[in-house]
């Protein structure tokens, strides 16, 4: 079924994680942390380059051209992450055709595993609108009143956390982030602008450890997985 390309939309602050530096620059082992994600994506087979969302006059972007003897390509983003992720799929070389699906992944979510990225490409491709990596929500949900108390407990069969990446096509995803935009709707993954369109993404159980790095402890568990690795 041929290769795809990735698009990282990596131009957010992290302003809950603090500091000046943005989270996806930190250092996590003896790399920052986009490179750990891009590492992740660019050592499948089927992935045939990245194209990454930075910050308008991003002083802290590397300037990485390739990995795994593969391209890096580099664009502005936008605002929000919908604007970064419509940029970063506009910006895709020509040789990516309109109806070619793209991967789209968190620039923090660095312990991606090979065989959940396999089964993602394996399972989405082989449907006409898609799929997103997910985990099944283990925990008792509850709901809050506004004083802080219990309201209700909430089910949690079938309900699902979504994790990245997320795999469409092309212009079906440009065009769903498009009109959400026109519409005022902050979407807060590919996903959501999907089923906006009617559209039903199938859903690919993906391992718990595939984390995002949101705190400072995300970033130390991220850093003891490493030390197991012995990086």
Known sequence: ??????????AGRGTRFGGATPKQYLLAGDRVLLA????????????AGVMVVIADRDQDWPGWTSLADKPILTCVGGATRAGSVLAGLQALPDSVRA???VLVHDAARPNLAAADLGRL????RNDPVGAILAAPVR???KRAGDDGGIDATEPRARLWRALTPQLFRRHQLARALQEAADAGIEVTDEAMAMERQGLRPLLVEGNEDNFKVTTPSDLSRFEFVLSRRGI
């Open 36 to 47: 750990h994600t891009l590492e992740a994506l660019l050592s499948h087979p089927v992935v």
């Open 99 to 101: 109806d070619d699906f």
């Open 121 to 124: 490409l394996e399972v989405g």
């Open 1 to 10: 079924m041929g290769t795809v390309w990735a698009v990282v939309p990596a």
């Open 139 to 141: 925990d008792t949900l």
